[in-house]
């Protein structure tokens, strides 16, 4: 079984900063793309940030300039860097990691930790 735990979350000011980490443990042969998402009450789960094995990344535009994804793979691990928090950012925040099983890649998902940012 793989495991990705989330770490990093909490409460800050607007303006602020906050450091997610996801570690991946189990049986995994690889990983390939792994990603953070987030969900607001009310809205519908998106893509933050993604980076692939090889280090190229994504952002979603409300996020570029803001947030770096990164990752560690000999720790198995990705980390997403959030500066300048805007109360919109308000979100639960979920990993996301493309993981080799053996001959077969699988989807799996952490448990999810809260970032809350007042004004």
């Known amino acids: 079984q793989v495991q990705l735990v989330e770490s990093g979350g909490g409460l800050v000011q607007a303006g602020g900063s906050l450091r997610l980490s996801c570690a991946a443990s189990?049986?995994?042969?690889?990983?390939?793309?792994m990603g953070w998402y987030r969900q607001a009450p009310g809205k519908q789960r998106e893509l933050v940030a993604a980076?692939?094995?090889?280090?190229?990344?994504n952002y979603a535009d409300s996020v570029k300039a803001r947030f770096t994804i990164s990752r560690d793979n000999a720790k198995n691990t990705v980390y997403l860097q959030m500066n300048s928090l805007k109360p919109e950012d308000t979100a639960v925040y979920y990993c996301n990691a493309n993981i080799r099983v053996f001959t077969t890649n699988y989807d799996y998902w952490g448990q999810g930790t809260q970032v809350t940012v007042s004004s």
């Open positions: 189990g049986i995994i042969f690889k990983i390939n793309a």
């Open positions: 980076i692939t094995s090889d280090g190229s990344t």
